[in-house]
């Protein structure tokens, strides 16, 4: 089950990487970013005795964790529109999750640009993502039943993290307040689970 997921994982990075370079202009990048991840919001009650242990807890109940991180991209636009894509973004993230744990990410893929007024923008991204953390077996005793099943363990592949493979994304909401300057919010939505807040500035070459 696992190599077949990686399998179709690596094989949607490989169609992308063949439709990005066929289809983009001939720079590395036209706009870079980076952002501060501040916040999780859990929308899935859970099980009440692992939130209450959460040490950035802002709540009591732990519906509102402090998940302090970095994340900086790239972007490279199309000299087309393929699929209505306006382009494409490598992402790279780090910090500290709900437990406190080490945690990161890699993302690649498409942006829909959604033009709300001259200034404001709706930009959607979908692609596929690497997440990982820290074990939560070093902080819990074993894991709770939201948890169990998800994620993936491994000696073989980076040890003492857990992992997941999979379809992933966000969206920003931005504000251009300068010249090829933009201040966005971004969200990250795991349905039924959790959402993830950072604030950034973007810059367009």
């Known amino acids: 089950m696992l190599r077949y997921q990686i399998k179709k994982i690596l094989g949607i990075t ?5 439709f990005q370079y066929s289809n983009a202009a001939p720079v590395f990048a036209d706009s870079i970013g980076a952002s501060f991840i501040l ?5 899935n009650p859970g099980i009440l005795a692992l939130r209450e242990q959460y040490p950035r807890k802002i709540d009591a109940k732990g519906k509102y964790v402090f998940t302090p991180g970095v994340e900086g991209y790239y972007q490279q636009q199309f000299a087309s529109s393929p699929l209505k894509m306006d ?3 490598f992402a790279i993230g780090a ?5 406190d744990m080490k945690f990161g990410y890699m993302h690649w893929g498409g942006r829909w ?4 007024t001259d200034q404001l923008l709706l930009d959607v991204g979908l692609g596929p993502s690497l997440i990982f ?14 948890e169990e099943g998800f ?3 491994s000696d073989e592949f980076i040890p003492g993290y857990q992992y997941k493979w999979l379809i992933g994304g966000n969206l920003e909401l931005q504000y251009e307040f300068a010249t090829n300057w933009h201040a966005y919010w971004a969200v990250v939505p795991a349905i039924n689970i959790l959402v993830i807040n950072s ?3 973007k810059y367009s070459f």
Not at 14 to 18: D, G, K, M
Not at 39 to 43: G, K, P, Q
Not at 133 to 146: I, M, N, P
């Open 133 to 146: 953390r820290e074990s939560w077996k070093k902080r819990f005793a074993e894991l709770v039943a939201d």
């Open 151 to 153: 994620w993936v363990e």
């Open 95 to 99: 910090g500290y999750d709900c437990a």
């Open 14 to 18: 490989l169609y992308l990487t063949v």
């Open 113 to 116: 640009v959604f033009p709300w």
């Open 87 to 89: 382009s494409m973004r």
């Open 39 to 43: 916040l999780s919001v859990h929308t």
């Open 199 to 201: 604030m950034g500035v």
